[in-house]
DNA sequence: GGATTAAAGCAATAAAAATTGCAATAGCGA
DNA sequence: TCGCTATTGCAATTTTTATTGCTTTAATCC
């Protein structure tokens, strides 16, 4: 019989909050364009709703926090020896990555809830900061090969813009070269 | 003294339903972050909360149903003589239009109540399928001068979406002439 | 091992959202 | 102009959401 994994640190706080955030992801991926209730998520976590009052205040804050933590997560930075195959592996990863129900809903969720930053001062704080973290190690890599490396906004723009837009306009990405096109042109050298 | 503008046909079930439309927008203006409530919406329309349960059911339904039509209604589409014209043209008046509180935060609404067609095989039944006819009523124009014009979806991808990347993501578009460069890129004829 | 404290649970209560039955009204069409 | 119907309004009621005061429990620290 297997044993029980050990409590991880923080205890029972952390042990609620792994349960509720595991119910509302569950709950989304069951229901994806609708929000869960606060009693739904109690329930399916196996927590009282009203610890759920005391912590998060309201479901819209929770499902946010959820959505955010679950869905931007460190996706794998590829390291092939080119920037070309580094970045074709890491949006490849992204698109895979959002290419299932609950993560689509979960960006869907992350969109809708997403406090535009006023200043743009922190990129890394906006709330797709893991994407743009993960982009400036990749890009810093290639530049220290010697390669030709564009700007990050470029490949925000052209990379990870238009596989959000499939995403959250078109339901899913279905060409399967999709991300390799959109590699060759963002590393095209402008004319 | 101004004469009040005739009612227009539909009657007063037309009344409400404009009446509720611009309580919603107002609504979504004074606070873009937030959902109004239908007791909020009722007092701002001046209709009976009722009736908005027996019309639409759901504030959730009622304010995507306000987002989408309100945020996508036509934009002109310019008729310059070129397609790098038309499509300037377009695409600012697309950046414009989402540069305000209001309309920002009616993409983020459309946005995560966007229900993803699962077939695409209607284009212009998404959400943003204004905006699409729009295009294909440019690039055919374009056609018609002999001129080389990308495909559709390249627009959609290099223009559209890095325009809602930074709405959504990155609280405005600052740069003056980003979009510009969009342009530029996007008829750049594939290496 | 025990004291302390923060977090969680419980049950009652308050507030808000949503529904229902019936009445009133707008406005279309004959 | 009137009849008819769909829509809207009203007030009461139900359901759901959210809050509160107090108790219990987990777990940290000494």
Redesign the interface.
Known sequence: MKKPAPPRPGGRSERVKTAVFDAVEHLIADDP?GIPSMAAIAVRAGVNPTSLYRRWGDVNILVAEVATERLVRDLPVPDTGSLHGDLTGWASNVARNLNNRKN?ALL??M??T???????RD?NS???GRRIAELEAMLARARKRGEYAPDLMDI???V???I?????????I?DADFVGR?V??VL?P??
């Open positions: 364009g689509s869907r969720i969109t809708a997403a406090r535009a930053s006023r200043t743009a990129l906006l709330p797709i925000l723009d052209f990870l813009a238009p959000y837009l499939r995403v959250l306009f078109m339901g899913a279905r959109l060759d042109r095209s402008p004319l």
